[in-house]
């Protein structure tokens, strides 16, 4: 930790341990920033339930201070409660073209205008939040047109990856394609959250 500097919470909101509901809370001082906001789909045993969301409590102690609703990709896991977190946000939500066009349907079945607007972002853009500077970064996962974001804070860096696959060639190699995450990583001393998923690639047949 950085003696003198803002202290920088982390507040996951949902994920952990659980399949959807991802969803992860930054605050520095009067700034919170938002990492993605998904839902989940009930079990059987939830009959009468249609849709599963974060518990938004932390964000309606922070009201007027989230700056901003980040997206790392398009699947519902990530921005199923997107419709009920805008109305939290007094910031821009930003995401790939992919993923704000996603989010869209959602939003106009709710009915909802959101002030501050949408941010297309790509990667290797560089954002600056009040405390926080995010710089995004292409992963592979299953759908295209998705990205990890770097975020530097006063207490140093935190990589959010999102969710992406990384494809092993055989047992004994690994094909890792993303040069960016590797210099994050070697760059800084970084604290990482995040899902990662292997895949097998098998010999082509010529």
Not at 69 to 79: C, M, N, R, Y
Not at 131 to 145: A, G, K, N, Q
Request: aromatic fraction near 8%; hydrophobic fraction near 45%; charged fraction near 15%.
């Amino acid at each position: 930790m950085s003696a003198g500097a803002l202290s920088v919470d982390v507040v996951p909101l949902g994920g952990l341990g659980e399949f959807g509901l991802n969803m992860m809370a930054i605050s520095c001082g009067e700034t919170t920033i938002v990492i993605d906001a998904g839902s989940m789909f009930p079990e059987p045993d939830l009959p009468g339930v249609d849709l599963i969301v974060p518990d938004l409590a932390y964000l309606e102690s922070r009201r007027g201070q989230v700056k901003a609703l980040v997206l790392t990709h398009g699947h519902e896991d990530h921005i199923g409660a997107v419709p009920y977190v805008l109305t939290h946000v007094s910031g821009p939500v930003y995401g790939t073209p992919l993923a704000l066009a996603l989010v869209q349907p959602k939003i106009e079945e709710h009915y909802i205008e959101h002030g501050p607007g949408y941010v297309p972002v790509k990667p290797r853009d560089v954002v600056t939040i009040g405390p926080f500077t995010l710089e995004f970064i292409r992963v592979t996962h299953s759908m295209p047109d998705c990205v990890a974001v770097a975020i530097r804070t006063p207490q140093g860096v935190l990589l959010h990856t999102g969710d992406f696959i990384s494809l092993r060639r055989n047992e004994e190699s690994l094909h890792f394609t993303k040069p960016p995450l590797t210099y994050w990583a070697i760059a800084a001393s970084v604290t990482a959250f995040g899902r990662t998923e292997w895949a097998v690639r098998l010999p082509m047949a010529l």
